[in-house]
């Protein structure tokens, strides 16, 4: 990191701290955090970035999950699952991610958010109190699916990973959107986790840079954690449509060639 101004490692510093916060309420952090690094290490190598990224990212959930178990209490039967196959499809999705361009995604990833966005914004009821849709193993299953299905795009591709792990718990199982923060906060650690697993070994990790950030993204994300459980349900919807509208203008932009 000597040859980082102080300047620069202050304002990564600062996007890790918002983008905590963002995870930490519905996820898409990393909206923040992966630009604000391409844009400050023009020079480093897109793992290297992937990397020190997922770092910050890991020690910021640690903190928003933990905080989220102390103060929901998310029913393990489903985040425990949820969070293992969320693992096991991350690395898998890391396995095929250096083989499919990302230009593939990124059409079928807007459609989504498009789609995922209208629902919640024309369902206003939606999430607002937790009222489960499946019962027994069924509904233990789809929460399994979830986080293998989630957990691969994660690995793969990665953007919008926690905002998607909410909408799925909100519109397919049927929890409410503090209840589904709280368990998408413990299944984003787990394939924050997992993709850790991966680049560690590679040595692809900035480790100075990506503890400085990592620090900032803890406090962002106790900061982000305490404000959602205080706030409830309606107000993480209202941060979730916010989020997922900011995602369609970025990748639109994308694809447009507007940036």
């Not at 909206?31 to 990212?57: D, E, F, M, R």
């Not at 999705?93 to 990833?109: E, K, L, N």
């Not at 993204?217 to 941060?239: H, K, M, S, T």
Request: with cysteine; glycine share 14%.
């Amino acid at each position: 990191m000597a040859d980082l101004s102080w300047e620069l490692v202050a304002l990564l510093g600062l996007a890790a701290l918002a983008a905590g916060f963002v995870d930490a309420v519905v996820g898409g952090g990393g909206l923040i955090q992966l630009p604000a690094l391409v844009i400050g290490l023009p020079g480093a190598t897109p793992v290297q970035l992937l990397a020190t990224n997922k770092l910050s990212s890991f020690c910021g959930t640690t903190i928003s999950s933990a905080t989220y178990l102390r103060r929901v209490r998310p029913d393990p039967r489903i985040f425990l699952p949820l969070m293992g196959l969320a693992f096991l499809g991350s690395m898998a999705g890391a396995a095929v991610a250096t083989q499919v361009p990302r230009a593939a995604f990124d059409p079928i990833v807007l459609v989504v958010l498009v789609l995922v966005g209208a629902y919640v914004w024309f369902k206003p009821s939606i999430g607002t109190v937790t009222a489960l849709r499946f019962d027994g193993a069924r509904h233990f299953g789809i929460g399994a699916a979830v986080g293998l299905g989630v957990g691969f795009y994660d690995g793969a591709l990665g953007p919008g990973t926690g905002s998607f792990f909410v909408f799925a718990l909100v519109g397919v199982l049927g929890y409410s959107f503090l209840v589904a923060s709280a368990m998408a906060r413990l299944a984003n650690w787990a394939t924050n986790l997992a993709a850790l697993v991966v680049f560690v070994p590679m040595g692809a990790v900035l480790w100075e840079l990506g503890l400085v950030m990592a620090l900032a993204n803890v406090v962002g994300g106790y900061l982000g954690a305490r404000v959602a459980i205080g706030r409830g349900a309606r107000f993480v919807r209202a941060f979730f449509l916010a989020v997922v509208a900011a995602f369609v203008v970025r990748i639109g932009g994308d694809l447009a060639g507007l940036w």
